[in-house]
């Protein structure tokens, strides 16, 4: 009889739920000083990039304890000699959204720099520098002059809508040239600067010249060169242009 009130008892000990409880903490960091993982994609070396337009600067960013805004971005235009800010504090989203400056380097180079809540820090620039230079336009096209009553000359063409690269692209205005002769580019003097229109009316030119040339220059004037040229005191010729631009008219 005592044999079985003593099993009762130990039956009746293993069915009750263990007296037992427990919390945790959250994770808690003493120390941290592993710097992000970080990768400059591109601009990376070797780039033309076109001033005015806007590129996407890319990069990969890793890190355990990387806050909201824990990248930023510079550039230098004179192989990292200096720097100036482009984006600071910004998302780790992979890619940023840059318009570019109006500037015309060949040694352009991106600054990129990760930093984590510990104040880890990694960074890196362009392995190689990239160019940063002018749109230039796409010449206009189908130009063609005429004479009409009077011994006017009307010149005109079909607008400009894309640069070289094929981006979209609302010339600043064009210029017309014109010349006694189709093979000296120094003798193409300008005769007018067309903002807005495609066409330019040569008051005369049937009784001045016994024969006409003209060229017509689709503009984008990033920094004032073209505007500088207009104004000179002696009309400027074509030749001019071509070497105020560094031969890419």
Excluded at 52 to 69: H, K, R, S
């Amino acid at each position: 009889m005592k044999y079985l009130l003593c099993l009762g008892l130990l039956l009746a000990a293993t069915a009750m739920p263990a007296m037992l409880g427990f919390a945790t903490s959250g994770v808690s960091v003493i120390l941290d000083n592993r710097d992000p993982v970080l990768a400059l994609i591109s601009p990376n070396g070797g780039e033309v990039w076109y001033a005015g337009e806007t590129y996407n600067i890319t990069w990969t960013a890793t890190d355990w304890w990387l806050p909201p805004t824990a990248v930023q971005i510079s550039y230098s235009a004179d192989g990292g000699n200096s720097f100036e800010m482009v984006a600071d504090g910004i998302a780790n989203t992979g890619s940023y959204a840059w318009p570019l400056p109006l500037i015309d380097t060949a040694e352009a180079l991106v600054r990129i720099r990760a930093t984590d809540s510990q104040g880890n820090f990694s960074q890196q620039d362009s392995a190689m520098p990239f160019t940063i230079t002018f749109v230039p336009p796409q010449a206009p096209q189908l130009v063609t002059a005429s004479i009409v009553s009077g011994g006017d000359a009307v010149i005109s063409w079909e607008p400009v809508t894309q640069t070289v690269t094929g981006v979209p692209l609302v010339p600043d205005g064009y210029l017309v040239f014109h010349s006694p002769d189709a093979g000296d580019e120094s003798q193409f003097t300008l005769l007018a600067n067309i903002v807005t229109g495609c066409s330019y009316t040569h008051s005369g030119a049937a009784q001045n010249y016994p024969r006409s040339f003209y060229r017509v220059v689709a503009y984008k004037d990033y920094d004032g060169r073209v505007a500088a040229l207009i104004k000179a005191p002696q009309a400027p010729t074509l030749a001019d242009l071509r070497t105020l631009s560094g031969g890419r008219p």
